[in-house]
């Protein structure tokens, strides 16, 4: 049988659709997270051009690219996710591009290079799009871009000007917007020395010409150094602080073992860890529905791969095939470490597949060079292809992995939008929301302060935002939240716009893993009922005020395309308006409701969800069934006990509670040896 064949000119059609694969499976079950949020809420509320203003004290150059992104794309969730995977395959398609200027005679290497780079697993924030396209993507494309100009100035004998301009050009517009790739610039070095290896054998000869054509780069480097210092020391900058140079001047022996010690992890996350993470999660879920259909999609890549790489043109056997994998090498280590610098300078840590793994992404050239390195060192073609194959057909799993992970994060989103829009139609404006820890991965309490007021302040005009959400994990005790005494004022600098609060105008809620969404009050879901949680919710209980929610008030009505159609009315719904109707005192709409719920065949997911329901039956003169539902209650879940006792203590001493039901509630509370 004659075997398929592959000339290097089928890599772009083969890349996109290897980024389809490994990128669009669960594109339409995705949206917005993290800084995506405020970023779309400014391009909509402010407009495009206020992103000049907004990145002003952060990242002054990189304003405009999210300028002219957003007035050209807008804010559709899913148009930016069809954006990112777009922008991953230009980033692949111009590594190829590039590492074909360096090095000519190897474009199987180039192709193979840009495979590994455009699925590289470890980089899980592909899915903030908005975010991670326009702060890092972009720069990125053009710095990677900026190497293969600088190869092509070396390597041909006409308009070498034109070129070494095009590439200083190039490396402004990746280097200038972001400090991510502010360390990667001695990767270029390293290229032209390779270069200029080809004909200059003498090593002080190859040096001293590689440092004069590395020079104009080397200015330009050097004078974003001085105004990266400037800016830092101004007064001006407001973001993350640099502070591992004053550790390395007071160096001592645990310190630089310290530095070696995290340089060691760098490699490893970068490589083998990122590589092989796949298996080990197949080992330790193997039998989900995402598992199988992440294998699923593996074992079609490896195939589909497979049959690529093994029909694409075998490169001409060289005798400085070694020489090349021994650059990669050498290469692919500076820039996995060289790229670790800028977040370590900052004390941020890294952390594969989670939200700090996007400072990978200034290490990923280097990691997938370092990683075609090692494989090059093997002789046999067969076994190389073998592997690389392998490897992304592991990594497209795993991609497929981290979305699902993102899908469901965006799933848990739109529930709590939703349960809080059932719950509160309408917030009065100037209010704090204060919660802890929410079962979301990617995005905080500043993040989510965005689609806050998307939801509750449709028509917003600046300056003063009129909804803040805090978490207390994470403000207390700081600036934003000193304490959670009354009265005390609440500023939240919201990029260009600041919110002006009290701790005297806030609702506290807690949204759980398993269950709805509730608004605690100092009543009926106080700290007793819910000591089982942190104390740092808890005592913000007492300053619950749900008389800042307007029960009759019209409910926003989101835009769809951002927030997602409204969900079944399943029991969170009735959930959310069994708490409206206790806040109103309506208790024969909770039996109502509650009636309703059950006759769908709906229930609690939490036990704590009874209690509503309990207080209602009790209070309507059916004690009988509130003893039975309370018992039944305690017995799926004893952490419920004091907040029984919560309630049945109010209903045998509350002056509206019937005679019957009081004598119920004193027995109830014997029964369940309450203090």
Known sequence: MRSIRFSHRSLPLALFLLAILTYAPLLLSLGFYWDDWPFAW????LGPTEFI????????????????????????????????VLSRFLLSLAAYWSLSQVWPRHKHQAIALALLLLVYPAYSQQWAALTHVNQEQ????????????TAR???????????????????????????????????????ILAITGEHIPSPASRLRTSLKRWAPYLLLWLLNAAWLTFYYT????????????????????????????????????????AWTHFIRQVVSVPTTPSTIAALAIAILSLVALGIYLAGLRPPEDSDDSLSWARWAIVIGVAGTLLGRIPSWAASLPLKPFSLYDRFLISMMLGAALLTLGLIELIRKRLIKTALLALLLA??????????????????RQRQFFWQLIWRAPDIQDGTLILTHQMPLDYESDLNLTAPLNWLYAPDFSPPELPYALLSTQERLGGPTLPSLEPGTPVTVRYRTVTFYGSTSDAIVIYFPDVGCLRVLDPVYANAETYAFLSPRLTDAIPLSDPTLIQTDAPAPQPPEEIFGPEPEHAWCYYYEKMEIARQESAWEEIIRLGKEAQQRNYAPGDPFEWLPLIEAHARMGDPARAVRLTRQTLAEDPRTRKGLCALWTRLATGPDTPPATVQKARQVRRDMACP
Request: hydrophobic share 50%; charged share 15%; glycine share 6%.
């Open 234 to 273: 101004s007064g001006l900058y407001d973001s993350y602080r640099v502070t591992a140079a004053g550790t390395l001047r007071t160096a001592s022996w645990e310190t630089l073992a310290s530095l070696l010690r995290e340089m060691t992890l760098a490699l490893y996350h970068a490589v083998p860890y």
């Open 394 to 411: 592991m990594a497209v799993g795993q991609q497929f992995l981290n979305a699902n992970d993102f899908r469901w994060d965006w799933t």
């Open 153 to 191: 100035a070396l390597r041909t004998s006409h308009r070498k000007g034109a070129h070494t301009a095009l590439a200083l050009l190039l490396m402004a517009f990746g280097l200038f917007p972001t400090e991510y790739f502010a360390t990667l610039e001695p990767l270029r070095f390293l290229f």
């Open 53 to 84: 203003e907004a990145f002003r004290p952060f990242r002054p150059f990189l304003g405009p690219i999210f300028t002219l992104t957003t007035a050209v794309v807008g804010v559709d969730p899913l148009r930016w996710q069809v954006i990112g």
């Open 138 to 149: 972009i720069p990125l494309l053009f710095y990677i871009l900026s190497f293969g100009a």
């Open 42 to 45: 400014i391009a909509h509320f």
